[in-house]
């Protein structure tokens, strides 16, 4: 039931509607039960990262970059959380972060299921058309992300590129780190 509402929710929410929040949970518990997107998203994590590994992006041993990526996609979720924690109580939205945050973690869904469905059969296609479908999921996952900040945490749309800006902060480190423990 909870995974229905959370998902329904950021179905609303990836087409712009507000509403969705309505039927996401607004409290610490149910921030803490949306981490359940991160198990739904997993096979789409591993298939993109399988993908890119068979494009010749991995380089050393599949074992060890798989434990790797899959350490950096635990550790992604986690950071990401808490480092919106602490800014959303600096912008003065404390209240409001367990919404925010389960609104964003089921939102993730949709975004994987962008991702997967512009980026993979976007590779049978010459490299500009696949580059712009690949450029255009990126575009409406940064999109979807601000338009939750501002929503769920009720903040004005420069604010909300902060949370974006966040995200794009906590991935780039995570994934420098991932790099360094691939071989």
């Known amino acids: 039931m909870v995974i229905e509402a959370g998902l329904r929710g950021a179905s609303y929410l990836a087409r712009g509607r507000a509403e969705g929040l309505m039927l996401i949970e607004d409290t610490p518990a149910g921030a803490l039960r949306s981490f359940w997107a991160a198990a739904i998203c997993l096979p ?48 003065g939205r ?4 367990p919404h925010f945050l389960a609104a964003f973690n089921w939102a993730n869904v949709v975004q994987y299921l962008v991702l997967i ?22 575009g409406y996952a940064l999109w979807l992300e601000w338009f939750i900040a501002r929503s769920a945490l009720l903040l004005p749309g420069g604010q909300a590129i902060g949370f974006v800006a966040l995200d794009l902060l906590v991935t780039l480190m995570v994934q420098s780190v991932v790099n360094g423990l691939a071989p």
């Open 94 to 97: 404390q209240a409001e972060w």
């Open 117 to 138: 469905l512009l980026t993979l059969p976007g590779q049978a296609l010459p490299g500009v058309l696949s580059s712009g479908l690949t450029l255009a999921a990126a």
């Open 44 to 91: 789409a994590f591993l298939a993109l990262r399988l993908f890119d590994w068979g494009q010749g992006a991995g380089t050393g041993g599949f074992g060890q970059t798989l434990a790797a990526e899959f350490l950096g996609y635990v550790v992604s979720w986690a950071g990401f959380g808490l480092a919106s924690r602490r800014l959303a109580a600096v912008m």
